[in-house]
């Protein structure tokens, strides 16, 4: 979010009293440099900072922060009631991690190879559909949101993809009033391999098959939307759609 922004919605904030949580688990896999946080601006202390390392170093590691003066005597409660604790060992390897210096060394490394393996994936679905599709170009995280610009029901074709082997995230998901089901989260955070080359190409052949002709309706009758109300998927063999 532009910093004018930021300090527009902080503005907000501070005027109606409401307190923020400012989801920050990609900020440090951007591939132009690290990027303020609201919370940085916060001199109220509604902005309640939340990260992960599950994202930038490993989903297996299910550890993150918070940061809130505010709130924190709550914030430790809540975790407390819910969660008792977490392993002390791990805590203080990641700790020990995050003091040598590695961790910026491996941020380094990452961020070069998840921006490689992002422009593959851009390069594997340009070439499957060149003119049919719309998405922008990532700046970090690890997925791409991408768009196609023909009549595509990507919720109905989930199961038929399903039993071809091919795991798909339908863009309806993302969305509280299903909107979106011409479009498709996708993660580069895999190597666009063989493997994701042969399901990318399976789904071409179920789009093609199952395609809505000449008509701005889904399989079950319901108006899709259009123009930039319309979004993507992401695409893996079935097994690897959590990666």
């Given at each position: 979010m532009p910093e004018a922004h930021q300090r527009r919605l902080l503005d907000l904030a501070n005027k109606h009293e409401i307190t923020l949580i400012?989801?920050?688990?990609?900020?440090?896999?951007?591939?132009t440099g690290r990027l303020s946080p609201l919370k940085a601006l916060?001199?109220?202390?509604?902005?309640?900072?939340?990260?992960?390392?599950?994202?930038?170093?490993?989903r297996d590691l299910r550890l993150g922060w918070v940061l809130s003066k505010r709130w924190h005597k709550q914030i430790v409660y809540l975790q407390l009631i819910t969660q008792l604790a977490n392993s002390h060992f791990v805590q203080q390897g990641l700790n020990d991690y995050l003091i040598s210096?590695?961790?910026?060394?491996?941020?380094?490394?990452?961020?070069?190879?998840?921006?490689?393996?992002?422009?593959?994936?851009?390069?594997a679905l340009r070439t499957r559909w060149p003119d049919s599709i719309?998405?922008?170009?990532?700046?970090?995280?690890?997925?791409l949101w991408v768009e196609w610009q023909q009549p595509i029901d990507t919720l109905a074709l989930y199961p038929l993809a399903q039993q071809q082997g091919v795991a798909i995230t339908p863009g309806p998901l993302?969305?509280?009033?299903?909107?979106?089901?011409?479009?498709l989260r996708?993660?580069?955070?895999?190597?666009?391999?063989?493997q994701h080359q042969s399901a990318l190409d399976r789904l071409q052949r179920l789009m093609q098959e199952h395609q809505v002709k000449g008509a701005d309706?889904?399989?079950?009758?319901r108006r899709l939307p259009s123009g930039r109300e319309q979004q993507i998927i992401g695409v893996f063999p079935a097994g690897c759609e959590d990666q």
């Open positions: 400012e989801d920050d688990i990609y900020r440090e896999l951007s591939f916060d001199e109220q202390d509604r902005v309640i900072l939340c990260g992960s390392y599950s994202k930038a170093l490993s210096g590695d961790y910026d060394r491996y941020l380094r490394q990452s961020i070069s190879v998840l921006y490689r393996q992002s422009q593959d994936w851009i390069q719309e998405f922008d170009l990532p700046q970090g995280g690890l997925c993302f969305s509280v009033s299903g909107d979106f089901r011409q479009a996708l993660s580069f955070a895999p190597a666009c391999s063989s309706t889904d399989s079950l009758g």
